[in-house]
């Protein structure tokens, strides 16, 4: 089990921890509670992004409703890496479906370059 430690005036959680022995003594403003061990391990998880649901006694993600379309932009792309929006790139000009840029391209010309010097081996 992993810790987190909460504000009681403000119910925000402040940090997180993986032990019990990572507990440190606090002031009464603040409390340690028990929560999910993968919130400490999940990458790009912060303390900020949680508080202390004080009716149901346990720590939830803080829901955040996107407004205007370069915020929805904003976390709709969260869910789509970089390497996704990148192979989705290089296979389209390699398909052809901009043309005959293949061998024109810095980008592709590059990736190209890399990947025929270490191929798939699955």
Same mark, same amino acid.
């Given at each position: 089990m992993s810790y987190a430690l909460v504000d009681k005036g403000t119910n925000g959680t402040i940090q997180f921890v993986k032990t019990a022995e990572e507990c440190f003594e606090t002031h009464e403003d603040y409390k340690w509670v028990d929560i999910p061990d993968d919130w400490v391990?999940?990458?790009?998880?912060?303390?900020?992004?949680?508080?202390?649901?004080?009716?149901?006694?346990?720590?939830q993600r803080v829901?955040?409703?996107?407004? $205007?379309?370069?915020?929805?932009?904003?976390?709709?792309?969260?869910?789509?890496?970089?390497?996704?929006?990148?192979?989705?790139?290089?296979?389209?000009?390699?398909? $052809?479906?901009?043309?005959?840029?293949? $061998?024109?391209s810095k980008f592709y010309t590059k990736i190209k370059s890399i990947k025929d010097q270490i191929p798939k081996t699955e």
């Open positions: 391990m999940e990458e790009g998880t912060n303390p900020p992004d949680f508080f202390w649901n004080e009716d149901k006694q346990e720590v829901h955040i409703e996107p407004e $205007g379309w370069e915020q929805k932009r904003r976390f709709a792309f969260e869910n789509l890496s970089i390497e996704e929006q990148l192979a989705a790139l290089y296979d389209d000009i390699e398909s $052809g479906i901009f043309g005959d840029i293949a $061998g024109k």
